[in-house]
């Protein structure tokens, strides 16, 4: 499996996740969207996407471990939800990996609230 294939898995079968945008077997059920939520999506949900991904160097080489940088977008349609949605995503993710920012931001165009996390895992 891939990094974003158990990402997935993860955040659909986590209950603090999937009190905030339900559960089902593709991101039209769970609301937690490759890339880019349609713009007909109900609020909230995620969206995620690879940032990058780097072979580990060490002294002795190259490993045969990737860093996976991943970005998920919390979207709520108020600041409070947003924040509670990543709030739910890091304790889902908290023990594989790390984060290495959070920003929160308003999404003018859509009028929704968002706070970005990214997250790095070892694979």
């Not at 990058?52 to 919390?74: F, K, L, N, W, Y």
Request: glycine residues 4%; negative net charge.
């Amino acid at each position: 499996m891939s990094v974003i294939t158990d990402l997935y898995s993860v955040l659909n079968t986590d209950a603090g996740v999937m009190a905030l945008v339900g559960t089902g077997s593709s991101p039209q059920q769970s609301r937690i969207y490759p890339m880019i939520a349609p713009e007909s999506a109900a609020l909230p949900l995620i969206e995620y996407s690879t940032v990058s991904e780097i072979p580990i160097s060490t002294i002795a080489g190259v490993d045969d471990m990737d860093r996976h940088r991943i970005q998920m977008s919390c979207h709520a349609a108020t600041f409070d939800d947003a924040e509670t949605l990543a709030d739910a995503v890091f304790a889902a993710l908290e023990g594989n990996g790390y984060q290495e920012l959070r920003l929160p931001a308003y999404q003018a165009e859509t009028k929704t609230f968002s706070v970005f996390i990214d997250w790095s895992f070892l694979a």
